[in-house]
């Protein structure tokens, strides 16, 4: 029920395609039936991989599958089972990873300071969501600074600047995360409302 959101009374006598219809990810088309795939085949079978399975609510979840036919020790099929695990936070964490490594990588490769910059901002925005970002900088006078930025305006940039979340001389600063910006009061409170920026995080 969790992973369908097909409540059991309503998917009882459904068919299978119907309460888990499996999908490649890339295509979007739906792949096989695991039920006729093992009949057809008369093996255990996995399904290709990225797939995602549409739940009833809309929501497309990346899933891990197999099949496998049931026998009677004289050999006529006697059922299948099928096994379907929620692939979410295993593909999550993948993908971080990955994003790590290109970071990684853009990092060895740079020739200049922007370039890390730049790779750093697409690695915060793929791996985090955000749909803006910035670095920020403590400069020689203890001011925090903007050094690159994805969608902001200049006239948030310029609201912003200047003020930080944590004491210059902080040594061990924990993230700030504010998940409701609607009630943040002053200079900075004014510049999310007009940015229509509704939460952030600084790190």
């Known amino acids: 029920e969790r992973l369908t959101a ?23 088309q739906l792949v096989e039936d695991p039920v006729a795939k093992v009949l057809r ?6 399904l290709a991989n990225h797939t995602v399975l549409r739940s009833k609510d809309g929501r497309q ?8 036919p049931i026998r009677h020790l004289d050999g006529p099929l006697h059922g299948i089972v099928l096994v379907f695990r929620d692939a979410s936070e295993r593909k999550r964490v993948e993908q971080q990873q990955q994003r790590l490594y290109q ?6 490769q740079a020739r200049a300071l922007p370039e890390i910059y730049d790779s750093a901002l697409d690695a ?13 900088q403590l400069d020689d006078q203890g001011v925090m600074r ?7 305006s200049d006239s948030y940039r310029q609201a912003v600047e200047g003020h930080s979340p944590w004491n210059p001389q902080e040594k061990d600063a924990q993230p700030v995360c504010i998940e409701d910006a ?14 229509g920026i509704r939460g952030l995080c600084f790190i």
């Open 6 to 28: 097909w409540p059991t009374a309503e998917a009882v006598g459904r068919s299978l395609p119907e309460v888990f219809p499996i999908a490649n990810a890339e295509t979007g």
């Open 41 to 46: 085949l008369g093996t255990v079978v996995g």
């Open 61 to 68: 979840i990346p899933i891990d599958d197999s099949a496998a």
């Open 103 to 108: 970071l990684v990588q853009a990092v060895n």
């Open 124 to 136: 915060i925005s793929q791996s985090l969501g955000a749909d803006r970002c910035s670095i920020l």
């Open 146 to 152: 903007f050094k690159a930025w994805r969608n902001l």
């Open 182 to 195: 609607n009630g943040t009061e002053g200079e900075l409170g004014q510049a999310l409302s007009r940015e």
